[in-house]
C-alpha cells in the first residue's frame, strides 16, 4: 500500500452547492439533555460483560452506529458514544421526528385544540376550498396519524412524493392535494407528506409553530435545551423528519411513553394518548409489524416492544415488560436489530446481579476506546478506472434532486 492524494469533484450544473457543516459548542456529553441517574448496570440486572462484547464489535467492525442507551428503571446504565459522534451536540432523528410529531398531537387534543376525528380537509380551507369528491373529504387526523389516509403517497420506499413536496412552492397544500389511492383508514403506505400535514395542524391549533409548541410543552418540561428543527418556507416545521435531538433527549422522550406519559411526577401527555399511540391500528409489514400513531408495534418474538424508527439506525424502544427504554442513532446501514438482540442478552435478571468489577472495568475501557479515532490506514491506489472517468462530464436524467450533471477529477 502507498499512500495516493485523491481529489475528488463534483459538480453540478444546476449550480447548486451542497455542504456537510457542523458547529457546536463545547460542552460535557448529554449535558444538553440535563442530568440522568446513573448505576453499575449489575445494579439492574444487566451483565457489564455483555454490553462491553458488544460495545467493543461495534468499534472494532466499524459499525455505522453513533451511539447506544439503556434506561432500566428510569437509570441510565449504559450512554455509549462511537467516533466520530462524542455525543457533544444534537444528532439528526429522521423519521423518529414522526413519533414526536404525533405527541405534539397527542398533546393539543389533550388541551381540546384539535381531535382526532377532525376533518383534514376542512382545516385548511384557504389551501384546498373545493376538495375534489374523491374521497379526501373523509380524512381525519387519526387517518394521517395511522398512515392510511388513502392518498397516493408512499406506495414506494424511495418515497418520490417527499422530494417533489420539498421542491413545491408550498409544501402542505403539495400533501392535500395529492391524488386519491384508496378510501381513508383502509390502506397502509407510508407518506411522509401526510405527518408534515400533521405538524401544520399542531401548529395552527396552538398559534405557533410546532418548535414552539414543543419547547412550551415538551421539550422544555423534559430539560431539553438543545433541539433543532427545520421548517419548510411556511415555517410549518418538518413534521416527517429532520429533527436534532441529543440521544439524551430521546431517552427522555421513550421515558415519558414507559411511565404512561409523566415525566419526573408531571404529566406530559394524557395516559389515554400514550396507551392508543403505541397500539396498532393497521398491518405495516410482513413480519407482522403494526402501526400505532406514527409509533411501530412489534410483533412475533418482540411483542409487547414498540419502537420510534428513523432512517439511518435512529431509534427509540421502549419494552415495558421489562421497564427498558434503549435509543440509537447511527449513521448509514440500519444495523440496529442485531444490536439489539445483542443488548437483549446482556438482561439477565429482573433483581440486582452480584457486583462485576472486572466486567464494569471491561465496560468502562470499552466505553472510552469507543470515542477514539481509529489508526489511520494506507490509502489504496487508484483503480484503473479512475483515470477513464477523471474529467469527463456525465449528464443525468431528470431526477429528483434536479442535478444535471456531475463531473469527476482524480488527481495521484
Request: net charge negative.
Amino acid at each position: 500500500m502507498i499512500p495516493v492524494k485523491a481529489r475528488f469533484e463534483v459538480l453540478a450544473c444546476a449550480c447548486v452547492l451542497l455542504a456537510w457543516a457542523s458547529s457546536s459548542c463545547k460542552s460535557e456529553p448529554g449535558a444538553s439533555s440535563g442530568d440522568w441517574p446513573t448505576a453499575q448496570p449489575e445494579t439492574q440486572g444487566f451483565d457489564s460483560d455483555t454490553l462491553a462484547a458488544a460495545v467493543e464489535r461495534i468499534g472494532q467492525e466499524n459499525l455505522p452506529v453513533d451511539s447506544v442507551l439503556i434506561v432500566r428503571n428510569g437509570v441510565l446504565i449504559l450512554d455509549a458514544y462511537f467516533y466520530p459522534y462524542l455525543g457533544d451536540h444534537a444528532h439528526d432523528v429522521a423519521s423518529v421526528t414522526k413519533s414526536v410529531t404525533s405527541t405534539l398531537v397527542g398533546i393539543a387534543i389533550d388541551q381540546g385544540i384539535l381531535a382526532l376525528d377532525q376533518n383534514v380537509m376542512a382545516s385548511f380551507p384557504e389551501l384546498i376550498p373545493e376538495p375534489p369528491a374523491d374521497g379526501r373529504t373523509d380524512i381525519e387526523i387519526q387517518h394521517l396519524l395511522t398512515m392510511t389516509s388513502g392518498l397516493a403517497c408512499g406506495q414506494s420506499p424511495e418515497e418520490p412524493e417527499l422530494f417533489e413536496m420539498r421542491a413545491s412552492d408550498h409544501w402542505v397544500q403539495y400533501a392535500l392535494e395529492l391524488p386519491m389511492a384508496s378510501s381513508p383508514g383502509t390502506a397502509f403506505a407510508y407518506c411522509s407528506p401526510g405527518s408534515h400535514v400533521l405538524s401544520a395542524m399542531v401548529g395552527d391549533a396552538a398559534g405557533m409553530s410546532a418548535l414552539d409548541f414543543a419547547w412550551e410543552r415538551l421539550f422544555g418540561p423534559l430539560g431539553i435545551e438543545d433541539a433543532k428543527w427545520p421548517a419548510d418556507p411556511q415555517g410549518v416545521n418538518h413534521g416527517w423528519g429532520d429533527l436534532q435531538l441529543h440521544p439524551r433527549a430521546m431517552a427522555k422522550i421513550g421515558q415519558v411513553f414507559l411511565d404512561g406519559g409523566t415525566w419526573n411526577g408531571t404529566q406530559i401527555v394524557s395516559k389515554e394518548w400514550v396507551e392508543q399511540a403505541t397500539q396498532s391500528f393497521v398491518l405495516a409489514g410482513a413480519d407482522g409489524t403494526g402501526y400505532g400513531y406514527q409509533w411501530w408495534i412489534l410483533a412475533g418474538d418482540f411483542e409487547g416492544l414498540y419502537e420510534a424508527r428513523g432512517r439511518g439506525g435512529q431509534g427509540i424502544i421502549v419494552w415495558p415488560e421489562k421497564d427498558v427504554v434503549a435509543v440509537f442513532t447511527g449513521r448509514g446501514v440500519d444495523v440496529r436489530g442485531e444490536i439489539a438482540l445483542e443488548l437483549a442478552a446482556a438482561l439477565h435478571s429482573d433483581v440486582p446481579l452480584p457486583p462485576n468489577p472486572e466486567g464494569v472495568a471491561r465496560l468502562e475501557s470499552a466505553l472510552f476506546g469507543a470515542t477514539e479515532a481509529p489508526a489511520p490506514t494506507p490509502v489504496p491506489p487508484l483503480p484503473p478506472i479512475a483515470s477513464e472517468v477523471s474529467g469527463k462530464v456525465y449528464r443525468l436524467d431528470a431526477n429528483q434532486f434536479d442535478v444535471k450533471c456531475l463531473s469527476f477529477h482524480f488527481d495521484s
